[in-house]
């Protein structure tokens, strides 16, 4: 079982940054691999970056490659989100979730509760 929290979620300026975390709990954090996830108001969760349980294969959408940044600490039990250069339509909850070999497929087994990022223009 693992459970995960996020934080680091607020307001931000168009052009600004925040970095979203998400620590994790129990041994097994460093095998699952873990994603980040946004679901804005009215619209359904969409898919924002993956890292394997190495941080040697990573993944974004199209949306945010070259703005945000995806990393992991295993030592942390902790993913984080950097996000730079945000635009209003980047408002949104942000949610983590943890998964094994079918992450790749977009299949996660343990989700965070989200939290919520707003970018005013």
């Known amino acids: 079982q693992v459970q995960l929290v996020e934080s680091g979620g607020g307001l931000a300026q168009a052009g600004g940054s925040l970095r979203l975390s998400c620590a994790a709990s129990?041994?097994?954090?460093?095998?699952?691999?873990m994603g980040w996830f946004r679901q804005a108001p009215g619209k359904e969760r969409v898919f924002v970056s993956r890292?394997?349980?190495?941080?040697?294969?990573?993944v974004y959408a199209d949306s945010v490659k070259g703005r945000f940044t995806i990393s992991r600490d295993n030592a942390k039990n902790t993913v984080y989100l950097q996000m730079n250069s945000l635009k209003p339509e980047d408002t949104a909850v942000y949610y983590c979730a943890a998964g094994g070999d079918l992450a790749i497929m977009g299949v996660y087994d343990y989700w965070g509760q989200g939290t919520q990022v707003i970018v005013s223009s």
């Open positions: 890292i394997n349980w190495s941080g040697g294969s990573i």
């Open positions: 129990g041994r097994t954090f460093s095998s699952y691999a």
